[in-house]
Each structure stands twice: as structure tokens, then as C-alpha cells.
Nanobody, 116 residues
Framework: QLVESGGGLVQVGGSLRLSCAAS????????MGWYRQAPGKQRELVAF???????NYADSVKGRFTISRDIAKNTVYLQMSSLKPEDTAVYYC????????????WGQGTQVTVSA
């Protein structure tokens, strides 16, 4: 189970930190990531971090967003800075594990609204 928090309303140029608390050990996941979906648009990948701790980012957020994790707290974070109106979306946490005991888990989403 994944539970997101930290969304809200922020002005252009502001910052927010999203958290995704996972039940069970996230260390066993092959990857955990953040996706977002704006009204009328498809869900898109924002960033993910591999089981080995390597971060990856969509071009649109490189240099502005940072994904990190705290294994002891079973939590993944998305630090968002220099926010733009186009970052407005519902942000979803995702965890995947491949193989016969694999899973593809999603959180319920948290709204981020960037006002001009």
C-alpha cells in the first residue's frame, strides 16, 4: 500500500515536497516513482528511483525536482522546486517489482496546484 501526502497550492516559483509512505520494505521494489496527470492529459512519468538508488527524471523536471528515499522510513520523496503552472496535476506514487512475486502498486494521488 502506498500513501501520498504533501500536495497543495503553491505560487509559481515555489516549492513542495511530496511523500509516499509504503507498507512493507521498499528496498525490495525494482523501482519507485512519481507520475502525474493533468486534466485532459495522459498520466506521465515524472521521476523514478531504482532499487539501487539511481534517480531518473523526465526532461520537463530535470534540475527542478529531486527524488529520494528513506529506506528506514519506507518512504520516497519528491522535492519540487521552481514550480510552474504546467506542473499542476494529481501526483501518484508507484512501486513495481518484477518477477513471479511482482507487483505494480499505486497510491491514491495528491493534488498539486501551481498558481500564477
Amino acid at each position: 500500500q502506498l500513501v501520498e501526502s504533501g500536495g497543495g497550492l503553491v505560487q509559481v516559483g515555489g516549492s513542495l515536497r511530496l511523500s509516499c509512505a509504503a507498507s512493507g520494505s521498499i528496498f525490495s521494489s525494482n523501482a519507485m516513482g512519481w507520475y502525474r496527470q493533468a486534466p485532459g492529459k495522459q498520466r506521465e512519468l515524472v521521476a523514478f528511483i531504482t532499487g539501487g538508488g539511481n534517480p531518473n527524471y523526465a526532461d520537463s523536471v530535470k534540475g527542478r525536482f529531486t527524488i529520494s528515499r528513506d529506506i528506514a522510513k519506507n518512504t520516497v520523496y519528491l522535492q519540487m522546486s521552481s514550480l510552474k503552472p504546467e506542473d499542476t496535476a494529481v501526483y501518484y506514487c508507484n512501486a513495481v517489482k518484477y518477477g513471479s512475486s511482482g507487483y505494480d502498486a499505486w497510491g491514491q494521488g495528491t493534488q498539486v496546484t501551481v498558481s500564477a
